[in-house]
């Protein structure tokens, strides 16, 4: 996944508003779960919303994970009094239930297929209180929605950065060649800046509403889903049973 940009990771999202994404998530759980006290951020990345979850609910009672060891070590470099694991959405085991479990920005779509879909979501439903929400961010639903060819120019203080990315579709997965061109400027005076070209390719996939809605059934959530969600691709919320 971020295997060649972990370090480019917060440089290359800064545009986005992790607070309100991370307000936006506890206000809508909140109509299902009274009042939230702990949340588990599933596939939190650099922790960004986990952050914001700590300052919301507090340092001990939020958790984080993502399979990214680097990722992991900088989300632990931000939120030394956060516990962050590095794990699998579809394997892990962190020996205590939250009363909201969040995974966001799509990452679910990482899982692949429909099958390692279950998987995930049933593991992730495994680590909710009685009567808490998952919480589900979709990437794409449709073929459609997935953009052949996607530009970026990204500026931030010293480092500069172009992504040019392409995908294909093939039997309902989205495979997303990345291609990074990095500058950044040299901290000492005169020296020359330093630029690279780096490379990714992500697997991602094309989950239709049905696939989210079955698999959180699957799972024994009551399904419920919000048109616009954090982000504005909706958001499936499952409810475990009291």
Known sequence: MFTATARYYDALYAERDFEGEANAVLELAGRHVHEPRSLLDAACATGEHLGHFARRLGAAEVAGFDLDPVLVE???AKLPDVRVECADLGAFEL?????VV???YGSIA???????????????ARHLAPGGVLALDPFWMRAEDV?????RHVVRGRLQ???LGRAVVKDGVAELEIHYLVGEEAPEPGAPPRIQHLTELHRCGV???ADHEDALRAAGLEVHHEPR??????LFLGVARR
Request: charged share 25%.
């Open 74 to 76: 900088l989300a632990r």
């Open 95 to 99: 020996g205590r239930r939250f009363d």
């Open 102 to 104: 969040a995974c966001l």
């Open 110 to 124: 990482y899982t692949t297929t429909r099958e390692r879909l279950f998987a995930a979501v049933g593991c992730l």
């Open 147 to 151: 953009a052949p060819l996607n530009v």
């Open 161 to 163: 950065i172009a992504r």
């Open 207 to 209: 989950f239709s509403r």
């Open 229 to 234: 969600g954090p982000v504005g691709r909706g």
